[in-house]
């Protein structure tokens, strides 16, 4: 490996400061006492409560999973603290009542929360550590008859909608880190975009996690009613801490007849120092349902967390409905990454796309693992699935486990994947045309990853090549 | 006396010690420790997660014990039989070709309908059981080396009760003209039995030999074959391996190849499976020499309620290898077929250049796959693809065969025969190539050759 490539992998995480704000953390520890509390907190109806503890007694009973290609020091569940609030008195009225500390950490990570400021028509719900500390656009979206506010307003203001689809496309009980979730979630963005509505605008959820020692735990339920269209971000960062903090966290969407949504995140996690001390450990559960005629589309761009261990997932129930899976996911120094999706084709004519972009440098490992179900019922049934691996440097790993079951002779398969490096003689040839090894390392990896970025909305596919660069600067040799 | 294979194991522990020879004993009992350690495999084992072996865990097979042996060999006035088969059983499996022949009834040396007679120089072929007695220290210094049984519970029973099989070695520098086949057939009498062959390849320094396992049956036994074949290619060596598995529509067939492979030599292997209810296929090659290559291909001809499972497991350890994988499956009636192909990249294997393909084709609404080609990289200077695709005939292609005059039934079978033809024509050697051709013509396109 040339030392070009070397160089370029190791710039520091620039999202890593911490924000001195004062907090609200509930002590270590988990029992049904702490799971009441944070429901008592925020004041939430019986059946919340009730549905909570069904899946805190669910999840004493489940062991946590091991068959992820990672590896990572038994988790001490009672010594991590499941709520932690940002001290506020009262409701806040509008945003000028917001700790002036709290908003100064969002500009710092650019995100537009003032609504004087916001040029970029974007609607952000903010959510630091466990609550949501803002959602801009909301009466602009209102007109349109959106909503999208927190989970804690929403079940609130809106309890018929939430109890009808939470728990819909992930029940309680479907894996361990969902039952947790269950359990002690503490927030997160609830969206609802009525029928025939076109949302006028990308909405977007912010996730930083600041307090130390706590996990972060928030549940996004996205409901796009028929032939509704919305499209979606995702941002997360955290400070630098030497210590291994737990995000688990669960996306539901539900796309009605005829309706399409699109999920972008953009994933940037404080991902631990270049020997692998601290970092976040991301174990999400994401996963759509799909009516008849209805699309959802997932793309992720993964360079942050320890370690990541998620696969955003469709259901194709409905006839006529499509999934689409676009990621890249880039490990250095010491990140494991084990992602990827699943298809599960129920409904007839149910067409699957999966672009799976892995890039490995450091001693980072990355593994792909999917699965493409085609169900006996899902006639003429096609996935196309394109998987491809790239190595920078021979410390690293990469992985594919897929898993493709058809229990339909209509189906219409392909599977393709590919692992190849950076060549020397590409680089040579982008330096002989007056490019530096870096521009050229860049050029050849926003290349390989292409077909994933168009499919983000402009201005996080800017973010994306951005962070891609800063990520894998260094790795350069 | 005669023994059923329990989980516990404990009763056969005392079988396995009796059957000798007694330098092979502690061995037998390392095998018979780690079959206890791990038991049978469940689906909850990630390596059999599509194909369930219950049905052989507690389907009561018993190992015929020692004095039973015998194949009661005899001659008879229309020719040589053993138990109940004759030289005529055995002619839809050898080709019409007089090459050296080893013959296996029931799991047991024919020698009678073998043929052994003369052998080039510098070839040795041995019944299993008289190299055991004979040929210690060849034995001791081979057997077992590569068909390693740590977790691997079919290999650890083999070597734990293995008493019949081939033994063959090739001296340096010899290029064996005619293929050495090997032919194991079960009739009535295996019939709630299981046996554990064994079979061993060693080929010296640039040594070439094709060797050919044939599996075939008279009648429908429902028994157990659970063959190991373990094969040591030396520098600059070629083997050849072609399997034909065509047991009983009854039977149960494990079938574990097991490679290693020294500096620049190749391994060639073809598996064609269209027996037995429940067929598992194990072939591990381990690339440890600079400059060597796997090619691994196959093709499964699955219908009824067949369940037949191939797992390939390709590790390059040394620099500079290739691999090379082509396995196509036609799944008809309620087949289930199951394909995982794993490559796996050690960090000192740069300029590893892997390939694989695996394509199914189902033919009918009950007709079910599970394939799982998996890559494991662990260095930078690679080429690895793999492709994966099922689907049913091109509709295309059979509208135009149809526009032309050919009826969508004939059109069909010769649509699956061409597909199907694709992976026999890697086959070099040309007799087993047409022989294999006619079989599946004979099959798709019901044309007697």
Known sequence: MSTDIEALVNREYQYGFVSDIAADTVAPGLSED??????????????????????????????????????????????????????????LQSLDEVDPELLRTYEKLGIPLNEQKMLSGVAVDAIFDSVSVGTTMKTELRKHGVIFCSFTEAVHEFPDLVQKYLGSVVPYSDNFFAALNSAVFSDGSFCYVPKGVRCPMELSTYFRINAAETGQFERTLLVADEGAYVSYLEGCTAPKRSTNQLHAAVVELVALDGATIKYSTVQNWYAGDKDGVGGIYNFVTKRGKAMKGSKISWTQVETGSAITWKYPSVILQGDDSTGEFYSVAVVNNRQQADTGTKMIHVGRNTKSTIVSKGISAGRGQNSYRGKVHVLPKAEHARNYTQCDSMLVGNACGAHTFPYIEVENKTATLEHEASTSKIGEDQIFYLKQRGLSAEQAVSMIVSGFCREVFKELPMEFALEAQQLLGITLEGSVG | MSTTLAPDLAPQA??????????????????????????????????????????????????????????????TPTGTAAHGVTVAHLAPYTFGQDWPLMVFVNGRFAPMLSRLGALQ?????????????????????????????????????????????????????????????????????????????????????????????????????????????????????????????????????????????????????????????????????????????????????????????????????????????????????????????????????????????????????????????????????????????????????????????????????????????????????????????????????????
């Open chain 2, 14 to 75: 005392d079988v396995a010690r009796q059957l000798g020879p007694d330098w092979l004993l502690p061995v037998r009992e390392a095998a018979l420790a780690e079959f206890s350690r791990i038991g049978w495999p469940t689906t909850r084992n990630e390596d059999w997660h599509y194909t369930n072996p219950s049905a052989i865990a507690e389907g009561k097979f018993v190992l015929a014990a020692p004095d039973e042996r015998a194949t009661g060999e005899r001659r």
């Open chain 1, 34 to 91: 702490v799971v009441a509390l944070i429901s008592r907190k925020k004041d939430e109806p019986q059946w919340l409560l009730d549905w909570r503890l069904k899946a805190y007694r669910r999840w004493l009973t489940m062991k946590e999973p091991h068959w992820p290609n990672v590896t990572y020091p038994p988790i001490d569940y009672q010594g991590t603290s499941y709520y932690s609030a940002p001290k506020s008195v009262k409701p």
């Open chain 2, 121 to 449: 120089a510098g070839v040795r072929v041995t019944p299993l059981a008289e190299a055991m007695r004979e040929d210690r220290d060849f034995l001791e210094a081979r057997l077992g080396t590569v068909a390693r049984f740590d977790e691997h519970a079919f290999t650890a029973l083999n070597t734990a009760f293995m008493t019949e099989g081939a033994v063959i070695h090739v001296a340096k520098n010899v290029e064996v003209a005619e293929p050495l086949h090997l032919v194991f057939i079960a009739d009535e009498q295996a019939e709630g039995t299981i046996s554990h062959p064994r079979v061993i390849i060693a080929a010296e320094p640039n040594a070439k030999v094709t060797v050919i396992e044939s599996w075939g049956a008279v009648g429908t036994p429902r028994h157990v074959s659970n063959v190991v074949t373990e094969v040591d290619v030396a520098s600059g060596a070629t083997v050849t391996h072609l399997k034909m598995q065509r047991e009983s529509a009854a039977a149960f067939h494990v079938g574990t190849v097991q490679v290693n492979q020294a500096k620049d030599s190749h391994f060639v292997q073809f598996t064609f499976q269209s027996g037995a209810q429940l067929m598992r296929s194990n072939i591990y090659t381990h690339l440890n020499g600079p400059g060597c290559g796997s090619t691994l291909n196959g093709l499964v001809l699955a219908d009824g309620t067949q369940h037949l499972d191939t797992q390939t497991r390709i590790e390059h350890v040394a620099p500079r290898c290739y691999s090379r994988e082509l396995y196509k499956g036609v799944l008809d009636g309620e087949g289930h077929g199951v394909f995982n192909g794993k490559v796996y990249v050690h960090p000192e294997a740069q300029q590893t250049d892997g390939k694989q393909e695996n394509h199914t084709i189902l033919l009918s609404d009950r007709a079910q796959i599970d394939t799982k080609p998996q890559l494991e990289i662990f260095a930078d200077d690679v080429k690895c693809t793999h492709g994966a695709t099922v689907g049913r005939l091109d509709q295309a292609a059979e509208f135009y065969m149809k526009s032309r005059g050919i009826s969508a039934e004939h059109a069909r079978r010769l649509l699956v025969y061409a597909f199907a033809a694709d992976v026999l024509e890697t086959i070099e050697n040309e007799v087993v190539r047409t022989g294999l051709e006619a079989l599946v013509l004979e099959r798709f396109a019901g044309v007697v050759v």
